[in-house]
T-cell receptor, first 114, second 114 residues
């Protein structure tokens, strides 16, 4: 079975600063993918970044980077230069092996302060 | 930008009514998914489709049913809506089922059953 744990129900960050959202995962599969999605109050899920279990380098997409520590089973999202529009719910998710679906964490509500 | 659509975006309906939530994608994806999400909570898979005429129930038990007669269309039906069905329903699709394949999400349908 796969499990995603997000231990920060809510986070605050000042505009223009960087913030790290924590995510740990558990799986017995060797092959898996880790995803981060953003969900604004409007409800849609917006894909941000992906990290494969065999990728040796941390994934980056613009202001988003994924701090992948395989031995610790963590996949933290780092948002640099925070904007007010980054205020949203952020979900970490995993798809392991031949699993049908993504397994989601409980999410972190990020609020960017002016 | 993902081409996956859901209608209606919002639905308020009385107990006992039959409803169908529509989901369509124009990306030619074989895999489609329905997730249920209560406010501020994680997503849970309720239905999955490998392709045309192939559907399975997800990990979260649901009284809803689905059909997949065409690749692009994956509607979800509740024969008799109840207040316990109040939730957000998110449709998603992916090109294939491997760990690295991103799921594209629709904008969601927020269902309220009175």
């Amino acid at each position: 079975a796969q499990k995603i744990t997000q231990t920060q129900p809510g986070m605050f960050v000042q505009e223009k600063e960087a913030v790290t959202l924590d995510c740990t995962y558990d799986t017995s599969d060797q092959s898996y993918g880790l995803f981060w999605y953003k969900q604004p109050s409007s409800g849609e899920m917006i894909f941000l970044i992906y990290q494969g279990s065999y990728d040796e380098q941390n994934a980056t997409e613009g202001r988003y980077s994924l701090n992948f520590q395989k031995a610790r089973k963590s996949a933290n999202l780092v948002i640099s230069d925070s904007h007010l529009g980054d205020s949203a719910m952020y979900f970490c998710a995993m798809r392991a092996g031949s699993a049908r679906q993504l397994t989601f964490g409980s999410g972190t509500q990020l609020t960017v302060l002016p | 930008e993902a081409d996956i659509y859901q209608t209606p975006r919002y639905l308020v309906i009385g107990t006992g009514k039959k409803i169908t939530l529509e989901c369509s994608q124009t990306m030619g994806h074989d895999k489609m998914y329905w997730y249920q999400q209560d406010p501020g909570m994680e997503l849970h898979l309720i239905h999955y489709s490998y392709g045309v005429n192939s559907t399975e129930k997800g990990d979260l038990s649901s009284e809803s049913t689905v059909s997949r007669i065409r690749t692009e269309h994956f509607p979800l039906t509740l024969e008799s809506a109840r207040p316990s069905h109040t939730s957000q329903y998110l449709c998603a699709s992916s090109l294939a089922g491997g760990p690295g394949n991103e799921q594209f999400f629709g904008p969601g349908t927020r269902l309220t059953v009175l």
